[in-house]
């Protein structure tokens, strides 16, 4: 530091250097701006001065005078003087120059007139005091000032125990314990305490901590006890205050010492005025924030233990009561925890309202953990009701309630109360977030809040807020959520079974939209049960008393398990209702108790539930399918269910339900759609089934009341309240024509998109599922919407198709209903306008609106397809075919009087009721008589509709179909565009198309072809029915029998034909009749014909469902069976055809027992239908034929015989030839009786052959074919035992295909030898040698030859009469089966065989009473499509010979068709002169030993041929059996009937049989002129034949002993029927 005394002031002293130092000094003392430096340079300066002094540079006299004039310069220049001094004294006392202190010593004695005495003793040592003479000895001085400083410092002069200073305490006690309600302030109190400190020498410290006392005491005067303290701090440490209330909680901190709530409370009011600060006393309470958190982690910890007990299975009830025993134990500890003064601070803060301070202190610590502790939640309810009171008394309180007000707090710095809904927002919110679920405590606060919320969700919903307040009322709304999910919901479980705040709630809930009320259910069930110890352990004894409950619930017990399930439901209906659905998707037989035990819920757990049966069925881990892929799992099933059951019966809102469905469409999902149906099957009463009663079909083409009354199963009547409320749920949240519009787009969808990866079957059952959906869903808007309501709804036609894309039969489907009002209101419009009440006013009136509705419908539809389709049919038809309904078509009278007759019936069971009160019989009646009334005029009105709706059409159809093609092209159009696709619709629109296609015709439509639209219908239904789902089936077998109906009325009889067929349009044809006097009706189909034609459709029927049945594929046969079923009444009518699906779908029942169960239940239900059907059946000719009538006569006699038949015997030579398509068509159908024709040729033929000299031989050829044919089809029928095994479909297919491949003119060849070949076979008594032989040879092959006699004749006689004799040939063939060693009872491998069994006995006796009533008769009825010979028979043949010619005329006519040239050789061989019946017994007899020997010679060379066969064609195993059943049947004297023997098509195996025959037969003529020594040799060499084809085969040693058997009982069946003759 620079000097500020220069060395040349100093030298210079006396010239200028005084004069310099004074200067400085002034200058230094008035420089003020630098007040420390200056004070600090004039020490500096002063210093350096005394310091030349010391060293001797300056006298000190000179010193002291320049001092001298310096001090006045400052106030504080003595003291700073004093101050050098000091600094100088202590460094020269350590110097050793004695000088240099002399010096010092001398300056300071000079300048002691500047510097007081006082100042240098406080400031220099004793000894240098001592020398300047200033105190005589400084020992002394020592000695003094150590005494002083001990009784400054070290003597107590202030009390702070009471007993040390007992009246200075006792007077400042009286003076706050003093009544203070007069005049007296805390100011005087404070002077009076401070004079008692001062005179009594008080501790200040120790009076504080008796004031506090005393405040603690005396609570009520904060008023006077605050503003002392706090005037009282002025004269203490901040700190002080802090401390000694420290001190205070410390004392009660050991483990028995209670915290007194007074401390508690006076803390609280210091730290809410602010005298103290939070920080500063939080670290004198206990516990330590860490144990805090420990304790809360140690409860989350034991709650979960606590769940996991509860979740265990314990099997001793030992076990349960020692865990009770030691539960109590856990609960006695941890009922006394230690005391927690930090919540003690908290509580009394919250009792006197300081908010900010308890929010800070509830920070400190886990969430929730504060108000978990009972004092704590009630004190800050209590807060929150004082604060909300005005707000609450303004809005919340309900009409007519009273209440309670609560009086706010006295203290001014307690929370403002809430007067507006925004206050709310401020602190009350806040406060009952930090509560939680501790709310549950206060039950009244929780109603409040709740009231609250009411109310604000009114105020919200009102539109007449400015955009400010709106958004204000956005952020509280979504505050009032964020309560609801986490306080409000949370304390409703741990409330006790409160119905009523369940209710509460519900009241604030309902003015939620669903979303955000299954949002809080969604939090609530999933999210809020884990945030809190006690909510876990709640959810563990909430799912621990349901399990108890729903083990026990029973339907006996459901109203006391109702109310427990209420109770439980009231608090904890989320956890509850998620573990009841869990049950009820496992065991459905639950759903009925379930549901009626839930009539105890509160509004709140309803919707609850609605919410929880959404989740369940989106819950994304369970499958909807079974394992097997093809079923819609049962879960779902018992969901949907339940859904349907439980929305009915219960208020429950339906719009979540509903919309989940339809997001679940939109995202291309169908399952869900089970669930729509159930809920709009129960709670409207619409059922969507397939087993309509044809009865209930009618009525539901009435009017609404025959339909409530007659078309449903269940009853209609409980709806009206449930479909209403679907209704509105509908309409409130615009779903009615989203949920058509996806269901009608999601059908494809089903196929298209969401089953690609799908089993088909379940792909078919989704289809239907989502198709029935829409019908049902679909007639629910029609029913219930108001009209205005479901035209405001649906657009337009072209809208819904090309906007939409809508299939178009749904698409007119939805907008049916929409055009009928328009034009009944139209109508009405018109009506009004003019009065005029004549019928052809009304019906001009009708058809003018009809045309002002449906026009722009024309318009619209062109749209829909391409141009070219509008070429052949009109837009006007194609609107009105899909526009219309039964109930436009016709009126149900029969279902009208059905109902008028029920009602009846109840009016005179009322009034024979005796029992019955008068008033309440009047009312039963009144109610019947009115229902009667609205039936009859429901009828009137509708047949006044029908009548006017048939007049539009007769005008309307000249311009329907346009046929700028060809007809046929119109009718391909009209079944692809209009009946196809809306066949399948409905069961009732099934019925429609079919009625529809009759009115056409009834209308004479010009360009319209019934026939052709008939013929198209039947011919090929294969491809419709495989492409089919199951319930498609269903409606188009309901269409087939509608319109199978129409053409079997036809059919029945002529008037009825000729009157409505006989000259309409629709009949024309190109239908030459050749050779047949039909001039004048050339080109209409005329009676006869058409009764062909109806066979024709009949067999094509029965050829495409054997094609359908044959083909093993699963929708193929559960589809034909379906439809086949459906159309049941009208077919088949046709005995052989029935006994061919007999026998195909007996074979179904076999294969599929094992395999396919569903399908196994169908044929064997099909089954037992047709065979009770089986009676009304008829034989071929007598279906179908055409010739005089007296030989009519015959003909009908012969087919009486039992099952005659089937066959066209009447056809007539000139048969005619339908010339458009269907000529091969016919030749098909007439292959295929010829089936059975030509067997009667053999039969027939056999009778010349006998006057020839050759009647042996034919005899013994008969019977040597015979036998290989038995032994064959016996081989046969043990390949389809192999067959029956799975491996049984391709050989069948196999055989179907050879059977098609084989060209017409080898058939045809084959059919001539067959014929030529019978009429060589003799029938007459030359039995009775047949059957000797017939022993013998079996006798001598016996293991070999015979077999199948008696199977096959078995098949046959069943085929022939199923119905008498079933038992006993049960037991013939249960002897064929052990004769084979327990081999399966096999069919015949290229029959269709029947399933029944059939007695011989029976048969013999028909033979008699045939030959009794049938003597003159051909033996036309005892050919049979399995073509045995039969035996018995020829002898009738030959009684008659005239009527054989007849017949075989017959069988002629009937092959002309097909095959003309062999026709012509068959007609020769018919007219060879036949003979007497005594003559061929003679010829019989002479040539029976020769005929034996060459029977055995054909026997041979048959085998040997067809072996042969066989190689060319794999068909022949299955052929052979026939030809053999067929003898066998000619044999028996009976007449099968099933012509189809082949997999694939009916007609063709009768065909192929015969084919064979013809060629054995043809065979066995020629070898009959060999001699019997050759016929020897060839008997033997055939058995070795036999066994060689065998070989061939490839037929196990069973199937020969089996045939042995056989072949004896046909021997005793032989020998019987010749006895009877």
Same mark, same amino acid.
């Given at each position: ?8 002031w100093?030298?210079?002293?006396e010239k ?9 000094c ?5 420089n003020?701006?630098h ?7 004039i ?16 006298k ?6 320049v ?37 010092f010593?001398?300056?300071v004695?000079?300048?002691l007139y ?12 004793p000894?240098?005091l001592?020398?300047?003479g200033?105190i ?5 001085f020592?000695?003094?000032?150590v ?7 070290y003597?107590?002069q ?6 040390e ?14 009544d203070l ?16 400190i ?9 009076v504080?901590?008796?004031i506090?006392?005393?405040?603690e ?13 706090e005037?009282?701090?002025y004269?203490?440490e901040p ?13 009660y901190?050991?483990?028995s010492?209670e915290?007194?709530?007074?401390l ?18 939080y670290?004198?309470?206990l ?10 982690k140690?409860e989350?910890v034991?709650a ?5 007990k509860?979740?265990?299975v ?11 025993k030691?539960k ?11 005391d927690?003064?930090k919540l ?9 309202g300081?908010w900010?301070?308890?929010?800070s202190?509830m ?11 009972k004092?704590?939640a009630?004190?800050l ?8 009171e005005?707000?609450y ?5 309900p009409k ?9 707090l006295?203290?001014?710095r307690?929370?403002k ?15 009952l977030?930090?509560l939680?679920?501790h709310?549950?405590h206060?039950p ?7 009231r ?9 919903q009102?539109d ?13 709304f979504?505050?009032?959520l964020s309560?609801?999910?986490?306080v409000?919901?949370p304390s409703?479980?741990?409330?006790d ?6 209710e ?6 309902k003015t ?13 069930k999933n ?5 809190h110890?006690?909510?876990?352990k709640?959810k ?13 619930l029973?339907k006996e017990?459901v109203?006391?398990?109702?109310r ?8 904890n209906?989320?956890?509850l ?20 035990s839930?009539k105890?819920?509160?509004?709140l757990?309803y ?16 499958e909807?399918?079974k394992h ?5 799992s049962?879960?779902?099933?018992s ?6 059951a ?6 429950i809102?339906?719009a ?17 759609l089970l ?5 709009v099957q ?15 079909l009618e ?8 339909k ?27 779903l009615?024509?989203?949920l058509?519009?996806?269901m009608?787009?999601q ?6 998109q969401?089953?690609g ?7 078919g059952?989704?289809?239907?599922q ?5 019908v ?5 808007l029609?029913s219930?919407?108001s009209?205005?309501d ?7 036609i ?6 939409f894309h ?5 698409a007119?489907?939805?907008?049916r ?5 328009h ?6 419009e018109?009506?009004?306008a ?12 009708y058809?003018?609106?009809c ?7 024309h ?6 397809h ?8 009109s837009?006007q038809?194609?609107?009105?075919f899909?526009?219309l309904?039964?109930?436009?078509l016709?009126?149900p ?9 029920k ?12 029992e ?15 229902l ?9 009105k509708q047949?006044e509709?029908?009548q006017?709706?048939l ?5 309307e159809k000249?311009?329907w179909?346009?046929?700028?093609s ?13 009946i ?9 629109d ?5 009625h529809?296609?009759?009115?056409v ?5 010009p360009?319209f072809?019934?026939?052709l639209?008939y013929d198209?219908?039947?011919?090929d ?12 089936a269903?409606?188009?077998g309901?269409f087939?029998?509608?319109?199978l ?5 036809w ?16 009949f024309l ?8 006097d ?16 109806v ?9 495409a469902?054997v ?10 046969i559960?589809n034909?069976?379906?439809v ?11 005995l052989?055809?029935g ?5 195909r779908?007996h074979?179904?029942c ?11 239940a169908?044929?064997?239900?099909y089954s ?6 089986k009676?009304f059946m ?9 010739d005089p009538?007296?030989?009519n006569?015959?003909a009908?006699?012969?087919?009486n ?11 007539t030579i ?20 010829q ?6 040729n053999?039969?027939?033929?056999a009778?010349?052959k006998?006057?020839t000299s050759?009647?042996n ?7 040597t074919?015979?036998?290989d ?10 390949k389809?035992k192999k ?5 049984a ?13 084989k ?18 076979t003799?029938k ?6 047949k059957?000797?032989k ?5 006798k ?5 030859t ?9 098949t046959?006689?069943k ?13 013939k063939?249960?002897?064929?089966k052990?004769?084979?060693?327990g ?10 065989k029947?399933?029944?069994?059939r007695s011989?006995?029976?048969e013999?006796e ?31 043949v ?6 054989l010619?007849?017949?075989?005329i ?18 020769i ?16 007899k002479k ?7 060459r ?17 060319d ?13 067929k ?5 028996n004297?009976?007449?099968?009937? =099933?012509?189809? &023997? @082949?997999? !694939? /098509?009916?007609? +063709?195996?009768?065909?192929?049989n015969? $084919? *064979? #025959?013809?060629k ?18 060839m008997?033997?060499s =055939?058995?070795? &034949? @036999?066994? !060689? /084809?065998?070989? +061939? ?5 069973? $199937? *020969? #002993? ?6 004896k009982e ?12």
């Amino acid at each position: 530091m620079a000097a500020l005394l220069p060395a040349e002031w100093i030298k210079n002293w006396e010239k200028g250097g005084k004069n310099e130092f004074v200067q400085l000094c002034r200058t230094l003392s008035e420089n003020k701006s630098h007040d420390t430096m200056g004070f600090r340079d004039i020490q500096q300066a002063l210093y350096e001065l005394a310091y030349h002094v010391v060293r001797g540079n300056l006298k000190h006299d000179q010193a002291s005078n320049v001092l001298g004039d310096v001090i006045e310069f400052r106030e504080d220049m003595p003291s700073i003087l004093a101050d050098v001094f000091c600094i100088l004294d202590i460094e020269t006392s350590c110097l050793e120059e004695k000088s240099k202190r002399d010096h010092f010593t001398q300056l300071v004695l000079a300048c002691l007139y500047l510097v007081s005495d006082t100042v240098l003793k406080e400031r220099l040592d004793p000894e240098t005091l001592e020398s300047l003479g200033l105190i005589k000895q400084s020992q002394q001085f020592n000695q003094k000032s150590v005494k002083i400083k001990t009784k400054l410092f070290y003597k107590q002069q202030k009390f702070n125990l009471l007993r040390e200073e007992n009246e200075g305490y006792a007077k400042l006690i009286a003076e706050l314990g003093q009544d203070l309600s007069g005049n007296i302030t805390s100011d005087l109190i404070l002077e009076n305490i401070k004079s008692l400190i001062g005179c009594f020498n008080l501790d200040p410290n120790r009076v504080l901590d008796i004031i506090l006392e005393v405040y603690e005491c005396r609570p009520e005067y904060d008023d006077f006890f605050v503003p002392l303290i706090e005037s009282y701090m002025y004269m203490c440490e901040p700190q002080t205050l802090c401390h000694i209330l420290g001190f205070k909680f410390k004392f009660y901190q050991d483990p028995s010492g209670e915290t007194p709530s007074s401390l508690y409370r006076v803390a609280a009011v210091l730290l809410q005025h602010n005298l103290i600060d939070l920080e500063d006393l939080y670290v004198h309470l206990l516990p330590g924030d860490n144990a805090i958190i420990e304790e809360h982690k140690r409860e989350i910890v034991e709650a979960k233990q606590i769940v996991r007990k509860l979740t265990m299975v314990v099997l001793s009830s030992e076990k349960t009561e020692e865990k009770e025993k030691e539960k109590e134990k856990e609960e006695e500890k941890t009922e006394k925890p230690p005391d927690n003064q930090k919540l003690g601070l908290l509580e009394a803060l919250l009792k006197i309202g300081d908010w900010q301070h308890a929010q800070s202190i509830m920070d400190q610590m886990p969430p929730f953990y504060a108000t978990s502790h009972k004092s704590i939640a009630i004190a800050l309810c209590q807060l929150v009701h004082v604060t909300i009171e005005p707000l609450y008394r303004r809005v919340g309180v309900p009409k007519g309630a009273k209440g309670s007000p609560i009086s706010s707090l006295p203290n001014k710095r307690a929370p403002k109360q809430a007067d507006s809904f925004e206050d709310l927002r401020k602190e009350v919110f806040n406060m009952l977030c930090y509560l939680g679920p501790h709310l549950s405590h206060d039950p009244i606060l929780f109603a409040k809040v709740v009231r609250l919320g009411k109310a604000f969700m009114k105020e919200f919903q009102s539109d007449g807020s400015k955009q400010e307040d709106k958004e204000k009322m956005e952020i509280l709304f979504s505050c009032l959520l964020s309560i609801t999910d986490q306080v409000l919901l949370p304390s409703l479980s741990l409330m006790d079974c409160n119905a009523c705040m369940s209710e509460e709630l519900w009241g604030m809930f309902k003015t939620f939209p669903y979303q955000y009320r299954y949002r809080l259910y969604g939090q609530w069930k999933n999210e809020t049960y884990n945030s809190h110890p006690l909510l876990v352990k709640v959810k563990a004894q909430t799912i621990d008393r349901a399990k108890y409950i729903m083990k026990r619930l029973t339907k006996e017990n459901v109203k006391p398990s109702g109310r427990q399930i209420g109770k439980l439901s009231h608090s904890n209906p989320t956890i509850l209702f998620d573990y009841i659905l869990s049950q009820i998707q496992k065991y459905d037989n639950l759903i009925t108790p379930v549901v009626d035990s839930l009539k105890y819920l509160t509004s709140l757990n309803y919707d609850v539930l609605a919410y929880c049966i959404i989740e369940a069925l989106a819950n994304p881990e369970k499958e909807r399918m079974k394992h097997d892929d093809t079923t819609i799992s049962s879960w779902l099933q018992s969901l949907a269910s339940f859904c349907g059951a439980v929305f009915r019966k219960y208020p429950i809102e339906l719009a979540g339900l509903l919309q989940y469905v339809a997001n679940q469409l939109k995202a291309g999902k169908s399952f869900d759609l089970l669930i729509l149906k159930e809920v709009v099957q129960k709670m409207a009463g619409i059922e969507i089934t397939e087993e309509m009663t044809m009865e209930q079909l009618e009525a539901m083409t009435g009017g609404e009341q025959l339909k409530a009354e007659g078309g449903y199963f269940g009853q209609i009547r409980n709806t009206k309240k449930s479909s209403q409320r679907l209704k509105d749920a509908l309409l409130d949240h615009d779903l009615a024509l989203p949920l058509c519009l996806l269901m009608a787009q999601q059908r494809n969808g089903v196929i298209f998109q969401e089953g690609g990866e799908k089993h088909l079957k379940l792909v078919g059952k989704l289809y239907d599922q989502c198709h029935d959906t829409l019908v049902q869903f679909g007639g629910f808007l029609a029913s219930n919407l108001s009209t205005e309501d479901y035209i405001k709804r649906v657009p337009s036609i072209d809208v819904l198709c090309n906007e939409f894309h809508t299939p178009h039969d749904a698409a007119f489907f939805l907008s049916r209903p929409m055009y009928a009002h328009h034009i009944s209101s139209k109508y009405d419009e018109l009506k009004k306008a003019e009065k005029g009440n004549k019928q052809q006013h009304k019906v001009h009136k009708y058809i003018t609106s009809c045309e002002l509705v449906m026009a722009p419908v024309h318009d619209a539809v062109i749209s829909l397809h391409l141009p070219k389709v509008w070429d052949d049919i009109s837009p006007q038809f194609y609107a009105t075919f899909w526009s219309l309904t039964m109930y436009d078509l016709a009126v149900p009278h029969s279902s009208y009087d059905r109902e008028v007759n029920k009602l009846k019936v109840q009016m005179k069971a009322i009034d024979d009721n005796q029992e019955m009160p008068p008033n309440k019989k009047k009312k039963e009646k009144e109610r019947c008589t009115a229902l009667q009334d609205k039936l009859l005029e429901e009828e009137k009105k509708q047949l006044e509709h029908v009548q006017r709706v048939l007049q539009r059409l007769k005008l309307e159809k000249d311009n329907w179909l346009l046929a700028k093609s060809t007809k046929n092209e119109t009718i391909t159009k009209f079944l692809q565009l209009c009946i196809f696709p809306r066949c399948i619709f409905s069961a009732i629109d099934a019925v429609y198309c079919a009625h529809f296609v009759e009115l056409v015709h009834q209308q004479k439509t010009p360009n319209f072809s019934t026939l052709l639209c008939y013929d198209r219908v039947f011919s090929d239904i294969i491809y419709t029915v495989a492409s089919c789902t199951e319930n498609e089936a269903s409606r188009y077998g309901r269409f087939l029998c509608c319109m199978l109906e129409t053409v079997t009325r036809w059919h029945s009889d002529r008037v009825i034909y000729e009157k409505e067929c006989g000259n309409y349009p629709g009949f024309l044809t190109i239908l030459r009749a050749t050779g047949f006097d039909g001039g004048n009706k050339a080109d209409q189909l005329d009676y006869e014909n058409f009764r062909h034609v109806v066979h024709k459709w009949h067999y094509k029927l029965t050829k495409a469902s054997v094609h359908c049945l044959e083909t093993g594929e699963y929708t193929h046969i559960r589809n034909i069976l379906i439809v086949l079923t459906k159309i049941l009444p009208w077919y088949p009518k046709v005995l052989n055809l029935g006994q061919a699906l007999e026998r195909r779908v007996h074979k179904i029942c076999q294969e599929e027992k094992e395999k396919r169960p569903d399908l196994y239940a169908l044929a064997m239900g099909y089954s037992g239908q047709l065979k009770s059907r089986k009676p009304f059946m008829i034989p071929e000719n007598e279906f179908h034929h055409k010739d005089p009538p007296a030989r009519n006569a015959v003909a009908a006699t012969v087919q009486n015989g039992p099952g005659g038949a089937g066959m066209p015997t009447s056809l007539t030579i000139n048969t005619v030839r339908l010339e458009e398509g269907t000529t091969e068509e016919t030749d098909k159908l007439k292959e295929k009786s010829q089936g059975v024709v030509k067997v009667i040729n053999k039969a027939v033929n056999a009778t010349p052959k006998v006057t020839t000299s050759n009647g042996n031989s034919a005899s013994n050829s008969k019977i040597t074919k015979e036998k290989d044919d038995k032994e064959k089809s016996g081989k046969e029928k043990d390949k389809e035992k192999k067959d029956k095994t799975p491996a049984a479909t391709p050989e069948m297919k196999a055989l179907g295909k050879d059977g098609k491949d084989k060209p017409k003119e080898e058939r045809a060849n084959k059919d001539d030898k067959a014929r030529e070949i019978k009429e060589k076979t003799p029938k007459s008594d030359k039995e009775k040698e047949k059957v000797k032989k017939e022993e013998k040879a079996s006798k001598e092959e016996k293991s070999k030859t015979v077999v199948t006699i008696i199977e096959s004749k078995s098949t046959a006689e069943k085929e022939r009469e199923k119905e008498p004799s079933r038992e006993r040939d049960v037991a013939k063939e249960m002897k064929s089966k052990e004769n084979a060693k327990g081999g399966e009872k096999v069919p015949v491998a290229g029959s269709l065989k029947s399933p029944v069994p059939r007695s011989e006995t029976s048969e013999s006796e028909r033979e008699q009473k045939r030959r009794k009533v049938d003597t003159h008769s051909s033996p036309s009825h005892s050919s049979t499509v399995k073509g045995t010979a039969m035996l018995p028979k020829v002898p009738l043949v030959s009684e008659n010979y005239s009527s054989l010619r007849v017949i075989s005329i017959h069988f002629l006519q009937d092959n002309l068709n097909e095959l003309k040239e062999s026709s012509a050789k068959h007609y020769i061989n018919h007219t060879t002169p036949t003979l007497s019946k005594s003559k061929e017994r003679e010829v019989d007899k002479k040539d029976l030993d020769k005929s034996r020997e060459r029977s055995r010679e054909r026997e041979k060379k048959d085998e040997k041929d067809r072996k042969d066969r066989k190689r060319d064609h794999s068909n022949s195993d299955r052929e052979v059996p026939q030809d053999s059943t067929k003898r066998r049947k000619e044999e028996n004297g009976t007449t099968g009937s =099933s012509k189809h &023997s @082949k997999s !694939e /098509s009916p007609s +063709d195996s009768p065909r192929l049989n015969e $084919k *064979e #025959k013809e060629k054995n037969k043809s065979k066995s003529s020629g070898k009959e002129k060999g001699d019997s020594i050759k016929a020897e040799k060839m008997e033997k060499s =055939s058995s070795g &034949s @036999k066994k !060689e /084809s065998r070989h +061939d085969k490839e037929k196990p040693e069973k $199937k *020969e #002993k089996r045939d042995s058997t056989g072949g004896k009982e046909e021997k005793k069946h032989h020998k019987s029927s010749d006895k009877h003759r």
